[in-house]
């Protein structure tokens, strides 16, 4: 082999290591890339669990301080049955707003009549005639006259009002009405019967701005005409 052909084949040697050592970079590059772009999946991965655990726990502190200030806010009255004598006694619904005092003023109160028992899962018995008038009936001992101080025509609900802090506002009130087999003296008396010592219920439910609405539950004596003091921060 002449001096050309050994100077060739060294040539064709060098450039196949070359080839190989280059080949051979270019795996050990792939797999660093590949191992660099795992790390990099991993730690963004963790990173956004842990922004994601954050954010939960931001949202979990937000709510439970959301409910605090919601619940020290609660307004707190007081309510009452007053009789007036106007030439025949007549009972109101007296409330007085308290406070606290961080509202002001509150932008509509409804106030509801409860029954004394949830009638509407007893079994309906012959026809299911009776089942409108049932629920139709103010299961307790005093309603709301219809149409007066804005009150629904079944005497259960008023017209939503708005009150100042410190406000008093009174509300008329009568018996409540026996349904239909509650029949003549003896099913008045029955009624009455039924009724004479128990305490009108109410639902007093407030929304102010943007808070969430407060509901509030009462039970108020008819018979000493105590009031009764419901709500108020952090109940």
């Known amino acids: 082999m002449d001096t050309k052909d050994l100077l060739e084949s060294g040539i064709a040697g060098a450039a196949a290591m070359f080839s190989g050592w280059a080949a051979w970079s270019a795996r050990q590059a792939a797999r660093s890339s590949d191992s660099n ?127 100042e802090l410190h406000d008093t506002r009174e509300f008329q009130l009568e018996g409540s009405f026996r349904p239909s087999w509650y029949e003549g003296a003896e099913g008045e008396e029955r009624w009455q019967r039924q009724y004479s010592r128990s305490p009108l219920r109410l639902w007093i439910t407030c929304t102010s701005g943007s808070y969430r609405p407060w509901t509030l539950s009462a039970e108020v004596d008819r018979a000493t005409l105590m009031s009764a003091q419901i709500g108020g921060p952090g109940r």
């Open 37 to 163: 772009s795992q790390r990099a999946n991993q730690i963004s991965e963790s990173a956004h669990r842990t922004a994601e655990a954050a954010r939960a726990t931001a949202e979990a502190v937000a709510r439970i301080e959301e409910g605090r200030f919601h619940r020290e806010l609660t307004p707190e009255m007081t309510v009452q049955i007053v009789v007036h004598d106007r030439g025949e006694p007549q009972r109101r619904l007296k409330i007085h707003w308290l406070g606290p005092a961080a509202l002001q003023h509150l932008d509509s109160v409804n106030i509801s009549i409860r029954d004394d028992w949830d009638r509407t899962t007893v079994p309906v018995l012959g026809d299911g005639r009776n089942v409108e008038e049932r629920d139709r009936t103010i299961w307790g001992p005093l309603r709301f006259p219809p149409r007066i101080d804005n009150a629904d025509e079944l005497g259960r609900h008023l017209g939503s009002f708005p009150m």
